[in-house]
């Protein structure tokens, strides 16, 4: 978790990692998949955010060569490196394909919560109302 502070500033985007980290343990439990090591894929993909924003085609290449430098296992790297189609990496196992369905599902709850919260918070049209009785000719 040091290491992705120290890369990941935004509240936002460590919460975001965090509830990835959350939906892939669960996947895990459900797919019969090493929690710890799926929950890790989860909380580190997107540990090259900043430094790759510019150039998305890098995305995932970049956190995976830093992971595997760290020491990380290579299910974890190759599932971070494929997370993103941006980066051209094909998925291949059970951990590939959970992370990258974890990101875009919550990123995609994420984005029809808030139009539905825009929704709701839309001034309402007011009912026609009849004129008082003082109003009326």
């Known amino acids: 978790m040091r290491e992705l502070r120290a890369r990941v500033s ?3 985007r460590l ?3 965090v509830a990835v980290e959350a939906i892939m343990r669960e996947l895990a439990a459900a797919a019969g998949g090493a929690a710890e090591e799926w929950a890790l894929a989860g909380l580190l ?3 090259d955010l900043a430094e790759t924003k510019a150039e998305p085609s890098r ?3 970049v956190g995976a060569s830093l992971l595997a430098r760290l020491g990380f296992s290579e299910a ?3 599932a971070v490196e494929a997370h993103d189609d941006a980066a051209g990496v094909p998925r ?3 951990i590939d394909h959970a992370l ?3 990101d875009r599902t919550l990123d995609d709850a994420l984005r029809l919560s808030l139009l539905a919260m825009q929704a709701v ?3 309402e049209r007011a009912a026609p109302r009849a004129p008082a009785a003082s109003e009326r000719p």
């Open 121 to 123: 918070s839309l001034p």
């Open 100 to 102: 990258y369905c974890a």
């Open 92 to 94: 291949r196992a059970p």
């Open 76 to 78: 974890v790297v190759r």
């Open 10 to 12: 935004e509240p936002e």
């Open 45 to 47: 993909h997107d540990i």
């Open 15 to 17: 919460s975001h990692a």
């Open 59 to 61: 995305h995932g290449v």
